[in-house]
C-alpha cells in the first residue's frame, strides 16, 4: 500500500487506489459531480481554529505541522484514520486537498501518519 498526495483539481490517474478528499470545506469551483473521489473525511481535516491560524503561510509550517500532529492523536482522528485503512484493503491511498501549496498543505502531514499507522 501507497499513500500519495493530489490536487482535487488534477485528473485521477490510474491505480490510485481508494480516493479521499480530506479538507474541512469542499474545494471551489469543483462540482461534487465532478469530482471522483470515494470518501470526504472532513473529520480528519485541521480544525477550523488552526486552519485559519495556519492561513498557508510557509512561515509557520512548523508550527502548523507540531499543532496538526496532536490534533491527529485524538481518538476520534485516530478511529477515522484506521477506518480508511480498513476501507483501502491494501490498495493504495490517495489524500485530496484544495490547496495551491504543494508542499505546505496538511494532506502530506496525514499521508505520514497513514503510513505510520499502517506500517506500526
Known amino acids: 500500500m501507497q499513500v500519495t498526495v493530489r490536487r482535487v483539481y488534477d485528473p485521477p490517474r490510474s491505480h490510485e487506489g ?10 471551489r469551483g469543483v ?4 469530482l471522483k473521489y470515494d470518501i470526504w473525511e472532513k473529520s480528519i ?3 477550523p481554529e488552526l486552519r485559519k491560524w495556519f492561513g498557508h503561510a510557509p512561515q509557520r ?3 502548523f505541522r507540531e499543532k496538526y500532529r496532536k ?3 485524538t ?3 485516530q478511529e477515522r484514520l ?6 483501502a484493503d491494501k490498495r493504495n491511498i490517495t489524500l485530496l486537498y484544495g490547496a495551491r501549496d504543494a508542499e505546505h498543505n496538511h494532506a502530506l502531514i496525514l499521508a505520514d501518519e497513514l503510513e505510520r499507522l499502517y506500517s506500526g
Not at 18 to 27: A, G, I, T
Not at 31 to 34: C, D, F, L, N, Y
Open 18 to 27: 481508494l480516493r479521499v478528499l480530506v479538507d474541512r470545506l469542499w474545494p
Open 31 to 34: 462540482s461534487k459531480e465532478a
Open 45 to 47: 481535516a485541521p480544525t
Open 61 to 63: 509550517w512548523d508550527s
Open 71 to 73: 490534533e491527529l492523536k
Open 75 to 77: 481518538a476520534e482522528v
Open 82 to 87: 484506521k477506518a480508511i485503512l480498513e476501507q
